[in-house]
DNA sequence: TACGAAATGGAACCCGCTTCCAGGTAGCCT
DNA sequence: AGGCTACCTGGAAGCGGGTTCCATTTCGTA
């Protein structure tokens, strides 16, 4: 008799082939925003792509924008977390005994980020979607955004180890404010990717250079 | 008989009659988004309120896009400028042989910043504006962002006079993007004014901070 | 097996940007 | 002045795509 359907089931209440289903609708859309741009995304089309029924789509999310944010956080949380472990791999390799010290925090940043941006540089599309998304009004995607962004603190929290907090607080916000922002001009054609890999570089060294040097003693 | 009518007319072959009427609609624009945010605004409303046909602004403008973009540059101008008057007028204020020495530039800096937030906070209508704008893939929208961009960078750089280029211009690049992620996150109500007020002055002390006493001998 | 909830396929709704058209109007050249 | 041309007006479609609805089928469970 009740029938709240305003808002989308919450994921915890959801029975796994309701998961199921609604990843499949996710994944879909990773799959085809390679190919197009999100604007030109029709839910009409991933509905069929994920073998979903558009009807269907829209109990799991509320609006295209929350889809599209959704899966955008997927992708994003995968691609931060390989970057991660690569990163911290390419650390230990030289770190042990090898006579190689180990990377200041600004190359270690650096390197994190230049990682993340090859990324964007071969999925385009991925970038136009942060901006996006970044642009919704949607609640639900905005929850999405914030979801991401404590994923991102807290991975270039853990880059930050030996800069104080004082520091590395205002230093992520600014990397990450020039990262969304940078992304932004270069799918808008305003910015070559080479000057975007630049300011991410001269930003980086601006925030961070004090603290190359591993813990001055 | 030749009817090019891809584009529309370059302003600097506009008759003055022509260009009344588009700075109307701008004007226009301007009236309204105080009241109703950039998606909700239509072009049916705009036209109406302007008193120009809307076929006529399709003779001016590409598309809604391209009209808020202008609308928006006509504004962030008018806005720039009037608070870079009133930040130099504080500077000779207290400049001349009052005994107050200049304040630094990091002062300044976030004076400036100070200002041009409070007008975001009176209107957030154009603060949503700003990110719809930049998300935005009207090439001709891109290029009034550019326009802009290009004068906020002169009253920055102007600002910064103290501070040697190779550190001005990153700086200026990360606190642009600060305060335009910031303006997203607060109007999509991840972020509070005052934390958003905080950001940006973290930020401006992380990249200016050691610049502030005027010309170090 | 029977029942209710959820999914399907597809059509239909809706709304706003954009375009098109049939008159007017204003400048401009002769 | 007369007329030509380019531009403007008011309004009526065109059109695309997100969103909603519904009759029917499927699925999970008691």
């Known amino acids: 008799m009740a029938k709240e359907e305003t808002l989308p089931q919450p994921v915890s209440t959801m029975t796994p082939a309701q998961l199921a289903r609604r990843r499949r609708l996710t994944d879909a ?54 970057v991660r472990t690569e990163v911290s791999r390419d650390q230990s390799r030289g770190g042990g005994n090898s006579g190689i010290p180990p990377a200041g925090v600004c190359t270690r940043v650096t390197a ?4 993340e941006l090859r990324a964007f540089q071969r999925h385009p ?36 180890e030996d800069v104080p907090p004082d520091v590395a607080r205002p230093a992520m ?27 991410l570089e001269d930003v980086t060294r601006l925030v961070l250079g004090p603290y190359e040097n591993p813990r001055p003693a």
């Open 112 to 115: 994190f980020l230049h990682r």
């Open 29 to 82: 859309v990773i799959e085809m925003i390679d190919q197009v741009p999100p604007d030109q995304l029709q839910m009409r089309d991933v509905a069929e792509r994920s073998g979903v029924a558009l009807g269907t789509a829209y109990r799991y999310f509320s609006s295209k924008d929350h889809l599209l944010a959704a899966a955008w956080a997927d992708w994003q949380r995968r691609l931060t977390d390989r």
């Open 173 to 199: 916000i600014a990397l990450n404010a020039t990262l969304a922002s940078g992304l932004g001009a270069w799918t808008a054609g305003r910015l070559t990717f080479p000057d975007l890999v630049r300011q």
């Open 125 to 160: 599309n991925f970038a136009r979607l942060v901006t996006h998304v970044e642009g919704s009004s949607d609640p639900f995607a905005s929850e999405e955004l914030a979801g991401v962004g404590d994923n991102n603190r807290a991975v270039l929290t853990a880059l930050m």
